[in-house]
């Protein structure tokens, strides 16, 4: 059940552009401390759905709640002060260009903190020492691998330490290492900042190694057809499109794992 | 290796029904010949018939043989005919077997209509007034933000203007002081060929000096500025907005307009006056290397002429033109940045549109000061 205190609650949340409806009627609620996956092919509305989370899109109906608190009716300075709980990483990083590591960090720490410059160096260092970039500070995003600033993107997410992390296919353009060490990352810092996860991937690997509950975007009811638990969903699912997409297009022969 | 075979194809009819023959080497570039026949020959059988392919004189095939058979079965697809390709190679089989396996989307295939003219300029109107309607809210986001800054609550960083005042400004001086050189050149040109015929030459330095200082340096740096920086604020914006990283501003709770259009536009109109400055003094030297030159003038007598025809209104009227210019150009080349789309091609047409936006402007700008300052009898 939904309680006022849910971080994220999305209710009828219909999305489109214009006369055309991607999605209707998305209900669904991501509990404290959950890592929460967004499922779904290709072209579902996956990203576009993060878009909505963000308030980068306006929805055509529906309402998004964060901690009880109507996102979508707010006024955009009530908006900006609830985003300001979250951190996102966009799925190429979206460092900006124009600055060093150090300097993507603490643009919001300048912004929306009174710390000292020394102390914003400071903790913009940590943050990047979390990710495993230590030394790289005075680097230009240009400098370093996709890898690395996706792990700079992450690291500017947190510089805040929010309460919510967005991660938008963390795993796109990583090679399996890598990968597989962001996924590590992203489930240290749930545990260590006690912060609530949702993850937009089609990663069979990532979703059944971080997730702990979710929802699966279908693209031709243009709804939501399952919800839970990804690993449950992959051995218990009833809807063909959620076990041919959980196994990787090969039904399982006589069900079970 | 054998000489290739011709290609062909024969549809064939039997007692046990019919029988197309596909024979020779399949090639993609020699095609055979008669297979449009043997189409029309499919398309001619009555409906619901049974095609065996016998593919045993086959040599060599490639795509070629798989695209005709895929259109003998999609001819025969609406007869309620099928295409038994067990003769085929196993490889031939197998890829005509993927070619079918997903059938064609009902709807997905575009049609293409070319609507009458009077909805394409219907739909041109509505678009235009939705593109100015775009550039009014834009400005007036601009100026709420150049709002913000004047109480101190719009923040970006010193840096990010420092640099551009750099690249709109100091960079640019280089290219802004040859063309306005060359334009006042050609206009004391244009205008000795005509004064020398009164005797009247001396007047050249009257007609250059106006000219650029009221008009020309403005409107000259404006059209070079919308070339050079608007197109650059275009790109650059265009591409963070690809890269997304005007969104990840946006979530961060910082106004991009702030951030990142704001110190553009200041930048542009801080440096377009001292541009303009420039470019009159440039321009009236370009004029006197003509008069003495060409028309015996001493530099002095040259100058003292131009001093004369000038006045101090000229000249600010000259510098507050440029002032607006700038921000035009500025405005138009974040707008179209700010507006693109988040591919390639789309950063490519915003900066084509800034360039076409900011010169526009500034052409109407300068049509529309000429009528207020005639009226105002400056």
């Given at each position: 059940?939904?309680?006022?205190?849910?971080?994220?609650?999305?209710?009828?949340?219909?999305?489109?552009?214009?006369?055309?409806?991607?999605?209707?009627?998305?209900?669904?609620?991501?509990?404290?401390?959950?890592?929460?996956?967004?499922?779904?092919?290709?072209?579902?509305?996956?990203?576009?759905?993060?878009?909505?989370?963000?308030?980068?899109?306006?929805?055509?109906?529906?309402?998004?709640?964060?901690?009880?608190?109507?996102?979508?009716?707010?006024?955009?300075?009530?908006?900006?002060?609830?985003?300001?709980?979250?951190?996102?990483?966009?799925?190429?990083?979206?460092?900006?260009?124009?600055?060093?590591?150090?300097?993507?960090?603490?643009?919001?720490?300048?912004?929306?903190?009174?710390?000292?410059?020394?102390?914003?160096?400071?903790?913009?260092?940590?943050?990047?020492?979390?990710?495993?970039?230590?030394?790289?500070?005075?680097?230009?995003?240009?400098?370093?691998s996709g890898g690395m600033q996706k792990r700079a993107g992450?690291?500017?997410?947190?510089?805040?330490?929010?309460?919510?992390?967005?991660?938008?296919?963390?795993?796109?353009?990583?090679?399996?290492?890598?990968?597989?060490?962001?996924?590590?990352?992203?489930?240290?810092?749930?545990?260590?900042?006690?912060?609530?996860?949702?993850?937009?991937?089609?990663?069979?690997?990532?979703?059944?190694?971080?997730?702990?509950?979710?929802?699966?975007?279908?693209?031709?009811?243009?709804?939501?057809?399952?919800?839970?638990?990804?690993?449950?969903?992959?051995?218990?699912?009833?809807?063909?499109?959620?076990?041919?997409?959980?196994?990787?297009?090969?039904?399982?022969?006589?069900?079970?794992? | 290796?054998?000489?290739?075979?011709?290609?062909?194809?024969?549809?064939?009819?039997?007692?046990?029904?019919?029988?197309?023959?596909?024979?020779?080497?399949?090639?993609?570039?020699?095609?055979?010949?008669?297979?449009?026949?043997?189409?029309?020959?499919?398309?001619?059988?009555?409906?619901?018939s049974a095609v065996t392919v016998d593919a045993a004189a086959?040599?060599?095939?490639?795509?070629?043989?798989?695209?005709?058979?895929l259109q003998a079965v999609e001819t025969l697809r609406p007869?309620?005919?099928?295409?038994?390709?067990?003769?085929?190679?196993?490889?031939?089989?197998?890829?005509?077997?993927?070619?079918?396996?997903?059938?064609?989307?009902?709807?997905?295939?575009?049609?293409?209509?070319?609507?009458?003219?009077?909805?394409?300029?219907?739909?041109?109107?509505?678009?235009?007034?939705?593109?100015?309607?775009?550039?009014?809210?834009?400005?007036?986001?601009?100026?709420?933000?150049?709002?913000?800054?004047?109480?101190?609550?719009?923040?970006?960083?010193?840096?990010?203007?420092?640099?551009?005042?750099?690249?709109?400004?100091?960079?640019?001086?280089?290219?802004?002081?040859?063309?306005?050189?060359?334009?006042?050149?050609?206009?004391?040109?244009?205008?000795?060929?005509?004064?020398?015929?009164?005797?009247?030459?001396?007047?050249?330095?009257?007609?250059?000096?106006?000219?650029?200082?009221?008009?020309?340096?403005?409107?000259?740096?404006?059209?070079?500025?919308?070339?050079?920086?608007?197109?650059?604020?275009?790109?650059?914006?265009?591409?963070?907005?690809?890269?997304?990283?005007?969104?990840?501003?946006?979530?961060?709770?910082?106004?991009?307009?702030?951030?990142?259009?704001?110190?553009?536009?200041?930048?542009?109109?801080?440096?377009?006056?001292?541009?303009?400055?420039?470019?009159?003094?440039?321009?009236?030297?370009?004029?006197?290397?003509?008069?003495?030159?060409?028309?015996?003038?001493?530099?002095?007598?040259?100058?003292?002429?131009?001093?004369?025809?000038?006045?101090?209104?000229?000249?600010?009227?000259?510098?507050?033109?440029?002032?607006?210019?700038?921000?035009?150009?500025?405005?138009?080349?974040?707008?179209?940045?700010?507006?693109?789309?988040?591919?390639?091609?789309?950063?490519?047409?915003?900066?084509?549109?800034?360039?076409?936006?900011?010169?526009?402007?500034?052409?109407?700008?300068?049509?529309?000061?000429?009528?207020?300052?005639?009226?105002?009898?400056?």
């Amino acid at each position: 059940m939904s309680s006022a205190s849910d971080p994220i609650a999305v209710r009828g949340l219909t999305m489109g552009f214009g006369d055309f409806v991607l999605m209707r009627d998305l209900t669904f609620e991501v509990k404290h401390g959950e890592v929460f996956i967004v499922m779904g092919g290709s072209g579902s509305g996956k990203s576009t759905l993060l878009r909505h989370l963000l308030g980068l899109q306006e929805p055509l109906a529906g309402d998004i709640a964060y901690y009880g608190e109507s996102f979508t009716a707010a006024e955009p300075a009530a908006r900006t002060q609830m985003l300001r709980r979250c951190g996102v990483l966009f799925q190429s990083g979206a460092l900006w260009s124009s600055m060093t590591l150090a300097e993507n960090v603490a643009v919001s720490l300048e912004e929306f903190t009174d710390l000292r410059p020394r102390d914003v160096r400071e903790v913009a260092e940590l943050k990047l020492a979390l990710v495993g970039l230590r030394g790289f500070e005075d680097y230009y995003p240009s400098e370093i691998s996709g890898g690395m600033q996706k792990r700079a993107g992450l690291a500017r997410a947190m510089a805040l330490d929010p309460d919510i992390l967005f991660f938008d296919e963390p795993s796109a353009g990583l090679d399996p290492v890598s990968s597989a060490l962001l996924d590590r990352l992203i489930l240290e810092l749930r545990d260590s900042l006690g912060a609530t996860i949702v993850v937009v991937t089609h990663e069979l690997d990532s979703i059944f190694t971080i997730g702990s509950d979710g929802v699966f975007l279908d693209a031709d009811t243009r709804t939501i057809i399952a919800r839970g638990n990804p690993r449950e969903l992959r051995d218990h699912a009833t809807d063909p499109a959620v076990r041919r997409f959980l196994h990787r297009g090969l039904e399982p022969q006589g069900g079970g794992n | 290796m054998t000489a290739p075979a011709a290609a062909s194809a024969d549809l064939r009819t039997a007692a046990a029904g019919a029988v197309l023959a596909v024979a020779g080497d399949w090639r993609i570039g020699a095609a055979a010949a008669d297979q449009d026949a043997a189409l029309k020959a499919l398309a001619a059988l009555p409906a619901g018939s049974a095609v065996t392919v016998d593919a045993a004189a086959l040599g060599a095939w490639d795509s070629a043989l798989i695209a005709f058979l895929l259109q003998a079965v999609e001819t025969l697809r609406p007869l309620g005919g099928r295409l038994d390709a067990t003769g085929l190679p196993v490889g031939a089989r197998k890829l005509l077997d993927l070619a079918v396996a997903v059938p064609e989307k009902q709807g997905a295939r575009r049609t293409a209509r070319i609507p009458p003219l009077i909805e394409r300029i219907g739909q041109t109107v509505i678009a235009i007034g939705r593109e100015a309607d775009g550039f009014v809210s834009f400005v007036g986001d601009v100026t709420l933000s150049l709002g913000r800054f004047v109480t101190g609550r719009a923040r970006f960083r010193g840096s990010d203007l420092g640099l551009m005042v750099q690249q709109v400004g100091i960079d640019a001086l280089g290219v802004v002081v040859l063309i306005n050189f060359l334009v006042g050149l050609i206009l004391a040109f244009v205008g000795a060929a005509q004064l020398q015929a009164f005797g009247a030459s001396i007047f050249v330095a009257n007609l250059v000096g106006i000219a650029m200082v009221r008009d020309m340096a403005a409107i000259m740096t404006a059209i070079v500025m919308a070339g050079r920086s608007g197109a650059a604020f275009a790109a650059s914006l265009g591409t963070m907005q690809a890269n997304q990283e005007i969104d990840a501003l946006r979530t961060t709770g910082i106004s991009p307009i702030d951030y990142l259009v704001l110190p553009r536009v200041i930048a542009l109109v801080l440096m377009m006056p001292l541009l303009a400055l420039f470019a009159d003094a440039v321009g009236v030297i370009g004029g006197a290397v003509v008069g003495m030159t060409m028309l015996d003038l001493s530099a002095t007598r040259y100058l003292e002429q131009t001093k004369e025809a000038l006045n101090l209104g000229y000249l600010l009227g000259g510098l507050f033109k440029a002032t607006v210019y700038g921000g035009l150009v500025a405005v138009a080349g974040c707008w179209r940045g700010m507006l693109s789309g988040r591919t390639a091609a789309a950063v490519g047409q915003a900066t084509t549109s800034a360039v076409v936006a900011g010169i526009l402007l500034v052409i109407g700008a300068a049509g529309l000061f000429a009528v207020v300052f005639y009226v105002l009898g400056l």
